[in-house]
C-alpha cells in the first residue's frame, strides 16, 4: 500500500481564478473610498489577470489582499514598465508591514464570501470554477489499478474540497483542510502524525509551494516528496515527468 498526500490548490485543481476574483472583491469592499473613480473597467481586469499570474506569492490566505494591494498600486502609480522583480519585492514589502489585525479580518471575510458562494452553488458549477489538472486527471485514471490511499493536506478550507470532489467524482480516503492544517502548525506535522499511526508505510506528497517540502526532514517518516511544476509556481511544468515516477514507484510495490 502506498500513501499519497495531495495539496489541493494548483496541484488537483487549478483555482487561481477563482481565489483571486474572491480575494479582490473582498479587497474592494476594504477599499472603497480609496478606488471611487480611481480605476476604470480595463484597469480592474488588468489587476485580475496579473494577480493571477503572481498568484503563487500567496501562502497564507490573507496575503491575497497585499498581492492584489500591490498589483494595484503598480497599475496605478507607475509609468514605466514593471518588472516581475519590483511586483515581488513590492509585495513582501507590503507582507512584512500590514496590520495583522487587518489581514486577520480580511482572511474572515474572504473565508465567509467564499462560503455563501459554496451555498448557492452546485458541486459541479463549483468544479467548473476550480477545473481539475492534468496530473490529478491522469493520477487518478492510473490509481484505479494499485491499491492506494489518497489523503487531501491543503490550506484551503475542507468545506470546499470536499465540495469539489464530490462534483468532480474523485474518491479520496480523508480531506484536510486548513483546520487540520492550523491545528498541527503546518502540513509537515500533520503528515508526521499521520504516517506514525500508518506505522511510517511508504509514502508520497506532492506540493506546489518549495517552503511546504524543503525546510523538513521527510526521509525521517519515509516520504518521498515532490514539487508540483505545473502549480501555483514558476517552475517548468513537470506534470508527464511526475506521473511516470510515479507509476514506477506503484509499479515497484505491484511486482
Known amino acids: 500500500m502506498l500513501r499519497f498526500y495531495l495539496d489541493f490548490d494548483g496541484v488537483i485543481a487549478d483555482s487561481a481564478r ?18 471611487f473613480g480611481a480605476i476604470s473597467e480595463q484597469q480592474r481586469t488588468q ?34 514598465e514593471v518588472t516581475a522583480d519590483d511586483v515581488i519585492k513590492l ?15 480580511f482572511k474572515e471575510e474572504f473565508f465567509s464570501s467564499r462560503e455563501e458562494k459554496l451555498a448557492t452553488c452546485s458541486d459541479t458549477s463549483w468544479v467548473a470554477e476550480n477545473p481539475p489538472t492534468v496530473f490529478v486527471r491522469e493520477f487518478f485514471r492510473m490509481a484505479e489499478r494499485y491499491p492506494i490511499k489518497v489523503s487531501i ?16 467524482g474523485f474518491t479520496v480516503d480523508a480531506i484536510f483542510g486548513n483546520e487540520s492544517v492550523n491545528k498541527y502548525g503546518g502540513k509537515f506535522n500533520l503528515i ?33 516528496t ?12 513537470n506534470t508527464q515527468a511526475l506521473l511516470l515516477t510515479i507509476k514506477g514507484h506503484l509499479d515497484d510495490l505491484s511486482n
Open 47 to 80: 489587476i485580475l489577470e496579473q494577480s493571477i499570474n503572481f498568484r503563487y506569492l500567496v501562502i497564507p490566505p490573507e496575503n491575497y489582499y497585499c498581492l492584489i494591494d500591490t498589483i494595484f498600486q503598480i497599475q496605478t502609480t507607475f509609468n514605466s
Open 91 to 105: 509585495f513582501y514589502r507590503k507582507v512584512e508591514s500590514a496590520d495583522v489585525r487587518m489581514l486577520t479580518k
Open 153 to 168: 493536506v491543503s490550506q484551503k478550507n475542507r468545506q470546499a474540497i470536499k465540495k469539489w470532489f464530490n462534483g468532480a
Open 226 to 237: 515532490f514539487i508540483a511544476g505545473w502549480g501555483f509556481n514558476d517552475f517548468e511544468d
Open 192 to 224: 508526521k502524525d499521520l504516517q506514525r499511526s500508518d506505522e511510517y508505510q511508504k509514502a508520497v506528497f506532492i506540493d506546489d509551494m518549495a517552503l511546504e517540502i524543503n525546510p523538513y526532514n521527510w526521509k525521517n517518516i519515509n516520504v518521498i
Open 18 to 35: 477563482e481565489c483571486i476574483h474572491v480575494a479582490y472583491s473582498v479587497w474592494s469592499a476594504f477599499n472603497e473610498s480609496k478606488l
